[in-house]
């Protein structure tokens, strides 16, 4: 009898071990899912912005170089 003791108590042990992971697993699953739902929303997920593209104004951008073409020319004397 003291080896079917020992068996039962394993077997018990598993599944106690068994449900506690399932458990956790369940606990994960809702801890994605509520984090899931406060991120801000991606790009293609509809209204959220693109980080990569915020801020970019579309159409003709200012050159970057013309400040420096600018003062080129008053240093050179005219003739």
Same mark, same amino acid.
């Given at each position: 009898?003291?080896?079917?003791? @020992?068996?039962?108590?394993?077997?018990? &042990?598993?599944? !106690?071990?068994?449900? %506690?992971? $399932? +458990?956790? @697993?369940?606990?994960?699953?809702?801890? &994605?899912?509520? !984090?899931?739902?406060? %991120?801000? $929303? +991606?790009?293609?997920?509809?209204?959220?912005?693109?980080?990569?593209?915020?801020?970019?104004?579309?159409?003709? +951008?200012?050159?970057?170089?013309?400040?420096?073409?600018?003062?080129?020319?008053?240093?050179?004397?005219?003739?």
């Amino acid at each position: 009898m003291a080896n079917r003791t @020992k068996v039962t108590q394993q077997k018990r &042990a598993r599944e !106690r071990a068994k449900q %506690e992971r $399932q +458990q956790e @697993k369940t606990r994960r699953r809702e801890e &994605a899912k509520t !984090r899931k739902a406060n %991120e801000p $929303q +991606q790009a293609g997920g509809g209204g959220g912005e693109d980080p990569d593209i915020a801020g970019i104004i579309p159409g003709p +951008q200012p050159r970057p170089w013309d400040d420096e073409l600018e003062d080129v020319a008053e240093e050179k004397p005219e003739n």
